[in-house]
C-alpha cells in the first residue's frame, strides 16, 4: 500500500516534535483565556432555579393556571440559555471534565427526583402543598451546585484542575 502523503509537499509533511509542542501549548494558552471569558452572569443560577421551582409548583395549582404556567415555564428554559448566548457569545451544554461531570450528575439525580415528586403530587391525593418541597430543593440547587460546576468547569477547560489531564494521555 501507498502513502498518500507526497514527500515535496510541505502542507503534508507532519510536523516535528517541537511544532506539535508548540501547537499543543497554543490550544492550552487558548483553552485558558477562553475559560476567563466563561463566568456566568450572578442572574443566571437564581433564574433558572426560579423556573425549575415554578415548573413544580405549577403542577399544584389549579387547571387553567397550571396549564399556562406550566409551557411559560418550561420555554422560558431555552430562552434563558438564548439569553445568556447572545448577551455573553459563549455557551457550552457539556461539562468540560471528570468534575464538572460529577456535580453536573449530582445536580441531575438531585432535579429528576423533584420533577418525579412533581408529577406523583399531581396524580395522587397526596396534598398538594407537599410540592412546596421539591419546588424549594429545585430553587436551592443551582444556587448552590451551579456556581460550583462553573468554577470546576473553567478549571478544566484551563486545564488548571488537579483532576484533569489536558496532555491528551
Known sequence: MENDMSVGDPATQRPSAAQAREA??????DDATLAERLVTPRWYYPLLGAIV???????????PASLILLPVAILALPALVVVHRRRHG????????????RVYRIMMMILVPC????????????PYGWVLL???????????LGPRYDEL??????????GTDRAGA
Open 24 to 29: 499543543l501549548a497554543s490550544l492550552r494558552a
Open 115 to 126: 420533577f418525579v415528586a412533581m408529577v406523583v403530587v399531581k396524580v395522587t391525593p397526596v
Open 90 to 101: 459563549l455557551w457550552f451544554s457539556l461539562p468540560a471534565g471528570p468534575r464538572s461531570r
Open 134 to 144: 421539591p419546588a424549594a430543593v429545585g430553587l436551592v440547587t443551582p444556587l448552590v
Open 53 to 63: 421551582a415554578v415548573i413544580i409548583v405549577s403542577q399544584a395549582l389549579p387547571s
Open 153 to 162: 468547569f473553567r478549571q478544566e477547560l484551563a486545564g488548571t484542575s488537579a
